[in-house]
T-cell receptor, first 113, second 112 residues
Framework: EAAVTQSPRNKVAVTGGKVTLSCNQT?????MYWYRQDTGHGLRLIHY???????EKGDIPDGYKASRPSQENFSLILELATPSQTSVYFC????????????FGPGTRLLVL | QQNVQQSPESLIVPEGARTSLNCTFS?????YFWWYRQHSGKAPKALM?????GEKEEGRFTIHLNKASLHFSLHIRDSQPSDSALYLC????????????FGHGTILRVHP
């Protein structure tokens, strides 16, 4: 089973502060993804990456940046956190082809006060 | 842009019942169709996928895909309390990018 880990698992931040969420995968997958999950909205794609050094905007990228420094690591950065970014964030990885399974991390619960 | 809709929003069924979950999509060029399951407080996990029209069965679970109708469904035979979860359908967005568009989910509760 593919392994994806996320840190921290829970985070409380203040409005206007900077937040960095980290994701690590040990499966040598090319693609990595950041989603947020809110009640009634399923999973919405924020940013994704095709490999080290690449980041692409997903469906809801505003207010978020991403960084992929290596094949294994993919970070999501909130430069100026707002209460509307309170959510559960999931990272996922996958080999990169259309028919491939995405494997999800355990999630990070973020509360912005 | 791909639009994926699920119905119903929630469902309560007795143990042993047959359960049907529905998903519609908007892009007729879509090629890959997934059901993910997410137990409360856990990560989503791929349950089943189908890539061509027709039916695919794995144990108690069956997927039906009708591309012409832009519709696919998940059927659970002999539903168990352990099937209680959020079910998310997903469709690929863009050819061979690996990107998925998810529906909003159906909450299933199976009561003993």
């Amino acid at each position: 089973e593919a392994a994806v880990t996320q840190s921290p698992r829970n985070k409380v931040a203040v409005t206007g502060g900077k937040v960095t969420l980290s994701c690590n995968q040990t499966n040598n997958h090319n693609n990595m993804y950041w989603y947020r999950q809110d009640t009634g909205h399923g999973l919405r794609l924020i940013h994704y990456s095709y490999g080290a050094g690449s980041t692409e905007k997903g469906d809801i990228p505003d207010g978020y940046k991403a960084s992929r420094p290596s094949q294994e690591n993919f970070s999501l950065i909130l430069e100026l956190a707002t209460p509307s970014q309170t959510s559960v964030y999931f990272c996922a990885s996958g080999p990169g082809q259309g028919g491939d399974t995405q494997y999800f991390g355990p999630g990070t619960r973020l509360l912005v006060l | 842009q791909q639009n994926v809709q699920q119905s119903p929003e929630s469902l309560i069924v007795p143990e042993g019942a047959r359960t049907s979950l529905n998903c519609t999509f908007s892009d007729s060029a879509s090629q890959y169709f997934w059901w993910y399951r997410q137990h409360s407080g856990k990560a989503p996990k791929a349950l089943m996928s189908i890539f061509s029209n027709g039916e695919k069965e794995e144990g108690r679970f069956t997927i039906h895909l009708n591309k012409a109708s832009l519709h696919f469904s998940l059927h659970i035979r002999d539903s168990q309390p352990s099937d209680s979860a959020l079910y998310l359908c997903a469709v690929n967005t863009g050819a061979n990018t690996g990107k998925l568009t998810f529906g909003h989910g159906t909450i299933l509760r199976v009561h003993p």
